[in-house]
C-alpha cells in the first residue's frame, strides 16, 4: 500500500500494544512513561524512504496509541521518540534516531553499522554525554505490520510428552543444516531445514523427545564483532522479542511454523531458548535501537544514584528491569505469543538468576517467577532455567521454584571430573547419578527438575572434551582470554586429532561412558547437537562468534563408521531409558523403600558387592561405583537394575549384591555386545566403561 494515501490518524486504543490490524485499519500502541511526544513514521515498502509521520495522538495510562484507518498489513514503519536527553538521570530520548517497536512481529531489513545509531557523538571526549543529531534510518531495520491470519495448524497437536519420559536434543537452527549436502543450498540454515523428513527421521531414530532451539528471536550482529570479520552465531544479543530472525527464514515467519508442525507431527516438542535479561543495546556507549530510546529509565535496571549507568547482572552491558510492570508485561506478552501463535512447548531462559532480580536481590518469589507460574498457559509448559548470572550471590542452581527445571552444571562438572580420572569424586557422582537430590529434593519437586548434561553449545563438544586438554578459541580474536578457563577435559596423550589408535579407543571409551551416564541418570537428560556422532569444534569451547564449519554440524561424519556406531550406541541408551524406569526416577521418595522384598530403592555397593559405608565413601582415591534401582512398573512388577562404573585404566571385576537375581546384560559399553542372560555373581568391566544389567521378570514379579 501507499503510505502517502494515508491522512489522518485517530485515538485509537491502548490495548493490545504493537500493530494491530483489524482488517479496516491498524492500531498502534507503544509505552513510555517519560517520553513527551512520540511519531509514527511510515517507509514505502522498501523500507528505504520515509514517507508520512503522525504524531501517536493519546497517550492512556503510559500506553501511547493511535489508529490509521484504510492501513493494512505489509506496512513498514518506524517510531521517533522525544523526551530529554539527560543521561545522569537515566533518559536517553533522541527523535532523529528511528526505532523499532518493542512488539514488532516481522522486520524487514538489515541493521547497516552506522555512527549515526548511537544517540551520542561517537569520539566525542564527553562521550555519551553529547547529543548526536544525524538520522539513523537509513541504517535501521523496520517493523511490517505483520498479518493476523491464523496457521492452519491440521491435525497436529503438541505431543504433551512428560517430563519424566523428556529427553532434550540442544540444536542450532543454522549450524544444523549449513553442512547439509542433500539439502538445496537455499533451504540450508533455514527454519525450514528443520522440518526436512531425514532430519526428523535422525531425531527419531536416536530417540529424542525434544529439540531446544537456540535463540530464534531477531538478533543483533554486533559491530565489534563485524570489525573482526566475525559473527554473532548464537544469537545472544536480541533485537526483538516476537519477531523471528530473518536470516533464518527464506520469506516468511510462517516456515518456522510449519517446522513447528512437522515436529509435533513426529512426536517431537520445540522449546526455545529466550534472553530476557538483557538486550543487544548494550551499556552507556551502545547504539540506540529501540527500548533505549523509547525509556531507558524503564526498561533498564540503572545504577542507583549513578542513572547515567546499567547494572550489569549478565555481563553484556545492561540488564533488562522485570520489576517495572511494563516490563513484565512485554517478556509475559512475547511468550504467550510464542506459545500461542507458534505453538512452542516450552522455554530455556538464558541467565534465568536475572529475571528472578528484584531490587534486593534475586528472589524465588520475584515477580518474573509469580507472574509465569499463575498464567494459565505459560505454567502448562516447560520451563528450563539457566541457574546464574555474573551478579551478586548469582549462582542459584536448585534455587527455583517448583515448576521450573534447571541446568545442572554441577551434574556436567562431576562427571566431567569423575570419568578424567579426579580423586575424591565418587561421592559427588553417587549424588548426581540419582538425580542430584541432594540439591533438588526440596519444596516438592521431581527428578525432572535437574537438566542432565556433559556438553552444551556453551563449551567443549563431547568429542573435545575428549581431545583436548586446553580451549583453542584463537579464531575468535579475544588472545584466547574467553570461554570457560576450566573445562575438566583431558586428551589423553595426544592434544587434538591423533592417529595412535590406543588413544582413540580411550577417547572413545570415554565418550561412551559420559553419554551412559548423561542417558541412565535420574533427571532430564540433554544431548548437544552432533555430539551423538562425534562432531568437533576444534578445541573452541566459546563458539559464539564461529559461524562457519567450526560451529556448523559435520554429517559427514555422521556417516562414518564410528559416526554411525556412535549414534546407534546413543539411540540404545535411549531404548534402555525408556524401557527401564528405574533409571529415570518420578519422584524422589525414601531411598531405603523396598518395591520388592530386599531391594531397596537405591543402594550403593563397591566392587566387592559390598554396600559401601562411611570409609568407603570417605576414601579419595577408591573410585569404582555400582548402583542398584528398583521401580515399580505399570503393570505391577517391579523393574531392577544394577549400573556399574570402572573410570580407572585396568579392567574390574564386580561381584554382584546380594540378594541373588536372575540378571541380563543389558549394555557393556566397551563391547556393545547385544543383551544377553547373565552367569556367575561377578561381571568384568572394561576401563573405562559402563556395565548396566536389568533383572529378568518371572510371571510379571521381579524374583
Known sequence: MDPTQLTRIHSGLPYPLGAVSDGLGVNFAVFSANATRIELCLFD?????????????????????????????????????????????GHRFNPHKLLLDPYARQLTGPLRW??????????????DLTFDRRDSAPAMPKAIVAEEAPFIWGNS????????????????????????????????????????????????????????????????QDRFLTERGL?????????????????????????????????????????????????????????????????????????????????????????VNLSHPRVLQMVTDSLRYWAASYGVDGFRFDLGVTLGREGTGYDPGSGFFDAILQDPVLSRLKLI??????????????????????????????????????????????????????????????????????????????????????????????????????????????EGPTQDPSIQETRTLVQRALLACV????????????????NSQSGNNNAYCQDNEVSWLDWTQAQGDAGRELSRYAARLLALRRAHPSVRAARYGDASREPSPGIAAIAWFD???????????ASEQERVLALR??????????????????????????????PALAWIRELDSATLAPAIPLSGDAVTVAAHSVVLLAAAQVNGEAP
Open 231 to 319: 559473527r554473532n552465531y548464537w544469537g545472544y544479543s536480541t533485537l526483538s522479542y516476537f519477531a523471528p530472525e530473518p536470516s533464518y527464514l527464506q520469506h516468511h515467519p510462517n516456515e518456522l511454523r510449519q517446522a513447528i508442525r512437522r515436529l509435533h507431527a513426529a512426536g517431537i516438542e520445540v522449546i526455545l531458548d529466550v534472553v530476557y535479561n538483557h538486550t543487544c543495546e548494550g551499556n552507556e556507549l551502545g547504539p540506540t535501537l529501540s527500548w533505549r530510546g523509547f525509556d531507558n529509565a524503564s526498561y533498564y535496571r540503572l545504577v542507583p544514584g549513578d542513572e547515567r549507568h546499567y547494572i550489569n547482572d549478565t555481563g553484556c552491558g545492561n540488564t
Open 385 to 494: 532455567s539457566e541457574p546464574w548470572d555474573v551478579g551478586p550471590d548469582g549462582y542459584q542452581l536448585s534455587n527455583h521454584p517448583p515448576g521450573f527445571a534447571e541446568w545442572n552444571d554441577k551434574f556436567r562438572d562431576t562427571v566431567r571430573r569423575y570419568w578424567r580420572g579426579d580423586d575424591g569424586t565418587r561421592g559427588d557422582m553417587a549424588a548426581r547419578l540419582c538425580g542430584s537430590r541432594d540439591l533438588f529434593d526440596r519444596r516438592h519437586r521431581r527428578p525432572w527438575a535437574t537438566v542432565n548434561y556433559v556438553a552444551s553449545h556453551d563449551g567443549f563438544t563431547l568429542a573435545d572434551l575428549v581431545s583436548y586438554d586446553r580451549s583453542h578459541n584463537e579464531p575468535n580474536g579475544e588472545d584466547g582470554n574467553d570461554g570457560h578457563a576450566e573445562n575438566y577435559s583431558r586428551n589423553w596423550g595426544e
Open 45 to 89: 515498502t522498501r523500507a528505504r524512504k520515509e514517507l508520512r509521520r503522525f504524531d501517536l495522538p493519546e497517550c492512556t495510562d503510559e500506553i501511547w496509541h493511535g489508529y490509521l484507518p484504510d492501513a493494512h498489513p505489509g506496512l513498514v514503519y518506524g517510531y521517533r521518540v522525544h523526551g530529554p536527553y539527560d543521561p545522569r538521570n
Open 607 to 617: 566392587a566387592d558387592g559390598a554396600a559401601l559405608d562411611e570409609a568407603a565413601w
Open 114 to 127: 552506522s555512527d549515526a545509531l548511537f544517540g551520542y557523538r561517537m569520539n566525542n571526549a564527553r562521550a
Open 157 to 220: 497437536r503438541p505431543p504433551a510428552t512428560h517430563w519424566s519420559d523428556t529427553t532434550v536434543y540442544e540444536v542450532h537452527v543454522r549450524g544444523a543444516s549449513m553442512l547439509r549436502e542433500d539439502l538445496r543450498p537455499p533451504l540450508r540454515g533455514t527454519c525450514s531445514a528443520l522440518a526436512d523428513p531425514r532430519f526428523i527421521e535422525h531425531l527419531q531414530r536416536l530417540g529424542v523427545t525434544a529439540v531446544e532451539l537456540l535463540p530464534v528471536h531477531a538478533f543483533l
Open 519 to 534: 542417558l541412565l541418570s535420574d533427571g532430564t537428560p540433554m544431548l548437544l547437537a552432533g555430539d551423538e556422532f562425534g
Open 629 to 658: 534401582r528398583a521401580a515399580p512398573r505399570e503393570d505391577g512388577s517391579v523393574d531392577i537394575t544394577l549400573l556399574m562404573l570402572n573410570p580407572g585404566q585396568e579392567a574390574v571385576a564386580f561381584h554382584l549384591p546380594g
